[in-house]
C-alpha cells in the first residue's frame, strides 16, 4: 500500500469485544473443555466396520496427550513446525491436538499438493517433523534416499512399508512411555504457551505466484473463537458435519469452534457421499463452500424437473412461491394470510422433503470461501436452509464478517464480528483491522509490509461496499477485475456465479476479458447433471443461461462467445488450488487456441 494511502481511506463501522480472553492458548482452552464435558460425545468418524465410532472428550483428550508425550519424546518442542499432509479424518484432528498440546505450531498441507509445492512449504516453514497419512504422501518428502528440508521424524497414519517412518502405534507406544516416566510433562508443554506463541501456519492458495506461510498466533485463535461464541448461535448441543479440507483455514476454524463450545462433530471426509451421510447422521450444522451448494441445488433442479408433468410444475411453483414470501420477508413486507397458506401447502409438498433428503435437522448452515450466488442463497432460503453467507480470510483468521440466524441479509455477508474494525479504500477495497489479523507472512516481511500499513490496516484485495447496518457486499476481487480493451471493467466472479445458478449443468464458468474487445466463457461441465445428455443439449443448456445472465449486464458485460472444455479444470494441471479456486493465467495458457478461437470466429 502507498505510504500516504491512509489518510484516504474512511471509516465504515467499528465494534468492540466485550470480553477480555479466559485463557491464552488454544491447548489450554482445549483441556478445559475437556473437563468441562467429560464422557459426552465429541467425535463421531467411520469405523473399520463401516458404522460409525465415537469419542468422548475425555478419550479425545486421552488420545491427544499421549501423542502430544509421544512428539515431546521425539524431540519435537515449543515453536517447532510439524506439518500435516493428509485428507479429513480424526487422526488429523488427533495430530493437530498433539501438535498443539506439545507447544509447536502446525503447519497445513494438502493431500493433493505436489512433491515441489510440499518440498517448498516444509523447506520454507523449517519442519522438525511431519504426519503423513499414506505411502504417496510419504514418497513427497524424500530426495536421495533422505528427508527433505529439517525433517527428523515422519509419522504415517496408515502402515507403509518405509522403516524410517514411525508408524502411528508406534507413536502412542513412545508416547506412553514418556508419560509414565514423566507425567506431566503435556500439561507443563501446553501451560507454557503464550498468547503471542505461534500456533500455526497456514500456506495461501497460491492463486499467483509462491504461496506465502500465514502466521497465526494463539491470540488470533483465541480471539476468533472467544468472538463466535459471544454470538450465541452454535451451542454445546449441536452436532456438525465436518467434511472440508483440514488444510484450509475454513476446516480449522471450524475445530478451533468446536474447542471454544464444546459441541460434537461427525468427521468424515469423504466429499463424494456428504449427501448419504447427511441422512444417516443428521446434523444440525454445516459449514461449506459454494460448490457444495451448487452441486445440491443442481442435482435437486434437474431430478425435480426431468420428471416432466405435474411433479415438474408443482416443484416450481413451490419455488416461486418460497422465493417470493423469502423476499418480502427480506424486504420488510410482511407475508400476507394467504401467501402464508400457499407457503405451508409449498412445504408440505415440496420443502419438506428437501430438507429430509439433507437429515431434516439442520439449523445452521454456514457458506464461505468464495462468492455465493444470490439466486442459490434465495432458493435455500426458500425451502427453509437459509445458507448464512461470511467473509473472511487466511490472513484475518478465517471469518471477520457473518450473517446470523436473526439478522440474515442474502446477497451479503453479514456484519462484522466484535472486535474487528473495517474500512473502505477509496478504490473500494476492503480494509480490516483487529486481533483477528495474522502475525504477518512466515519469513516475508516485505510482502507483510505490502498488506498491513504502519496502523495495522489489512489491505484484503477485495472489493465491496457497507451499507447503513453495517452489511458487508462483495464486489469481487481487485485482482481479479478485467478490463477490456476498451478500458471498461468487468467483475468476472459475479457473472459467473450467476451463470451457474442460472444452469445446474454449469461446473466451472471461467470469464475472459483482460484485454479483450469483449468477455467470453470457457464452461466445464457438471457430471452430476450432464451424465446421459448429449453435448448439443448440453451446450444449448449453457446457451439459455447465458442469455439470461446477459439481459442483467451492462453492454460491456455481456458474453459474446462460449465453449465448452473437453475436460474439466484440476488440481494436478494447476488450473485450480486445492481449495478450488481457479487460476485464471494458468487456465487461459492451457486453453489458449480454444480463447483464441472464439475472437476469431466473432470477428470472422
Known amino acids: 500500500m502507498a505510504g500516504n494511502a491512509a489518510a484516504t ?76 499432509a493428509a485428507s479429513t479424518r480424526i487422526e488429523w484432528v488427533l495430530a493437530d491436538l498433539a501438535v498443539t498440546l506439545a507447544g509447536a505450531a502446525t503447519t497445513t498441507v494438502y493431500p493433493n499438493t505436489n512433491a515441489e509445492d510440499v518440498a ?29 528440508g529439517a525433517i527428523r521424524s515422519v509419522v504415517t497414519f496408515d502402515h507403509v512399508e518405509d522403516q524410517s517412518a514411525i508408524g502411528w502405534d508406534d507413536l502412542v507406544a513412545i508416547g506412553r512411555e514418556r508419560l509414565r516416566t514423566d507425567p506431566s510433562s503435556v500439561r507443563e508443554a501446553a501451560a507454557s504457551v503464550g ?52 488444510s484450509h483455514v475454513f476446516g480449522k476454524m471450524l475445530l478451533a469452534i468446536q ?25 444440525t450444522m454445516m459449514a461449506a463452500a459454494p460448490r457444495i451448494f451448487e452441486k445440491i441445488h443442481g442435482k435437486v433442479q434437474s431430478v425435480a424437473t426431468t420428471q416432466g408433468g405435474i411433479r415438474a410444475w408443482v416443484f416450481r411453483w413451490a419455488f416461486r412461491i418460497g422465493i417470493d414470501a423469502m423476499r418480502r420477508l427480506q424486504d420488510g413486507r410482511g407475508v400476507s394470510i394467504g401467501r402464508r397458506a400457499a407457503l405451508a ?29 444470490t439466486p442459490i442463497a434465495e432458493w435455500f432460503a426458500a425451502a427453509g436452509l437459509p445458507l448464512l ?59 507483510t509490509a505490502e498488506v498491513i500499513d504502519s496502523d495495522g490496516w489489512f489491505a484484503t484485495g477485495d472489493v ?28 468476472p466472479t459475479v457473472i459467473e456465479s450467476a451463470l451457474k445458478a442460472a444452469c445446474p449443468q454449469i461446473g466451472t464458468a471461467v470469464v475472459i476479458a483482460e484485454g479483450r474487445k469483449f468477455a467470453s466463457l470457457l464452461v466445464s461441465p457438471e457430471p452430476d ?54 487460476k485464471r493465467a494458468v487456465v487461459a495458457e492451457h486453453f489458449a487456441d480454444l480463447i483464441q478461437s472464439m475472437y476469431q470466429e466473432h470477428q470472422s
Open 464 to 491: 465491496g461496499e457497507i451499507d447503513a447496518d453495517g452489511y458487508l457486499r462483495i464486489t469481487d476481487r481487485k485482482k481479479d477485475l478485467a478490463k477490456t480493451s476498451g478500458g471498461k471493467y468487468i467483475a
Open 345 to 373: 401447502v409449498a412445504d408440505r409438498l415440496v420443502f419438506r422433503a428437501i430438507r429430509s433428503r439433507l437429515g431434516g435437522r439442520l439449523e445452521v448452515l454456514v457458506c464461505g470461501s468464495a462468492a455465493l450466488a
Open 389 to 447: 453467507e461470511g467473509y473472511g480470510l487466511t490472513e484475518a483468521t478465517c471469518v471477520s464478517f457473518v450473517n446470523r440466524p436473526n439478522r440474515h441479509r442474502i446477497g451479503t455477508v453479514g456484519q462484522a464480528l466484535p472486535g474487528t474494525e473495517v474500512r473502505i479504500a477509496d478504490d473500494g477495497e476492503i480494509l480490516l483491522r483487529g486481533p483477528g489479523v495474522m502475525r504477518g507472512y512466515h519469513q516475508l516481511p516485505e510482502a
Open 259 to 283: 474447542y471454544e463450545i464444546g459441541f460434537s462433530t461427525v468427521i468424515d471426509g469423504r466429499v463424494d457421499r456428504i449427501v448419504d451421510t447427511l441422512a444417516a447422521v443428521r446434523p
Open 195 to 246: 498468547a503471542d506463541d505461534l500456533a500455526t501456519i497456514i500456506y495461501t492458495s497460491g492463486t499467483t505466484g509462491r504461496p506465502k506461510g500465514v502466521e497465526l498466533t494463539n491470540a488470533n485463535w483465541r480471539y476468533l473463537v472467544e468472538a463466535v461464541a459471544s454470538q450465541d448461535v452454535l451451542r454445546p448441543e449441536h452436532l456438525q458435519l465436518l467434511w472440508l479440507p483440514l
Open 529 to 582: 447433471t450432464t451424465a446421459g445428455m448429449p453435448p448439443d443439449a448440453v451446450e444449448a443448456a449453457v446457451t439459455r443461461a447465458v442469455a439470461e445472465v446477459n439481459a442483467g449486464l451492462n453492454r460491456w458485460e455481456t458474453i459474446k462467445q462460449f465453449r465448452l472444455l473437453p475436460r474439466d479444470l484440476s488440481v494436478e494441471a494447476g488450473e485450480i488450488t486445492p481449495s478450488l479456486k481457479v
Open 120 to 148: 517448498y512449504i516444509l523447506g520454507d516453514c523449517g519442519a522438525v517433523a511431519v504426519f503423513a497419512e499414506d505411502a504417496d504422501q510419504v514418497a513427497k518428502l524424500r530426495a536421495d534416499g533422505h528427508w527433505i
Open 9 to 84: 481511506r474512511k471509516a465504515v463501522t467499528m465494534t468492540t469485544l466485550s470480553t477480555a480472553p479466559t485463557t491464552v492458548s488454544v491447548g489450554a482452552r482445549f483441556l478445559a473443555t475437556c473437563a468441562r464435558f467429560g464422557t459426552t460425545e465429541a467425535f463421531r468418524h467411520p469405523g473399520t466396520d463401516g458404522g460409525w465410532t465415537s469419542l468422548s472428550w475425555n478419550d479425545l483428550s486421552s488420545r491427544a496427550q499421549v501423542l502430544a508425550a509421544g512428539l515431546l519424546a521425539l524431540g519435537v518442542g515449543r515453536g517447532d513446525r510439524v506439518a500435516i
